[in-house]
């Protein structure tokens, strides 16, 4: 109120002395007052000082278990290097003809947005180097992807019961455009997933070369689930 009882008082000093010099005939221009008025957003009316304005939460997590039923093995797995393993139904050894099972179950944690999910194609795993001279192996083997909103075993048994198809028989090497899936909001809803990755009988081979040449060979395909928020 100090503050404010002195420019007032300067106010009148100034108007005062510009009418005495038009006694005499000159004219003098003040300078114009100036004047901040200071807003922020953020805090409660009562000035408590409680923030009010804050950014929402959007987070996928992950489970490989089977039919994702024990719900302490819930993660996080956010880049190519801490990839979860899949856990195959089998030995993780393939021959001509064979194909291997794997579950994912994707949801949102607890105060998270809904969102969307979307399956990308492989890339090679950055924890590990492949054992694939040339990339043959890779270039042989084909995945095929279904997913179902009912917790469903994942094996040859059980394909048929996940009822939406993410990739067929796609090539590892192949680009892939699969169609989305939707999770619910604070952990409202699981989506289950069944990998199966294949050797086929008659696989694509480079040139001249024999089915023999894909013995012993290793491979570590990373897949990536792109999540977006709805909200």
Known sequence: MAQKKTQRGRKAVAIAAVTGVLGVGVYTTL????????VVAGFDSDGDGTPDIGTSTFEVQQNRTQQAAD?????????????GDLEFT???TLSPGTTLY???A????????????????PEAWQGASATDPDGAL???????????STATAC???TWDAF???????????APLTAPEQTLAADAGSVQYYCFAITLPEEPVLPPGAEVDVLQGRVVHPAWNFAATSLD
């Open 163 to 173: 009822d939406t198809d993410v990739a067929t028989d796609v090539p590892f090497t």
């Open 31 to 38: 300078a114009s007052w100036t004047d901040n008025e200071w």
């Open 138 to 148: 890779w270039n042989a083997l084909t995945y095929s992807v279904r997913t179902s």
């Open 106 to 121: 994707l949801r949102t944690v607890t105060d998270s947005l809904a969102g969307t999910v979307t399956l990308e194609a």
């Open 102 to 104: 794997a579950p994912v």
């Open 155 to 157: 094996d040859e048994s």
């Open 71 to 83: 719900a302490g093995a819930w993660e996080d797995r956010e880049t190519n290097l801490e990839a």
């Open 90 to 92: 089998t030995a993780v």
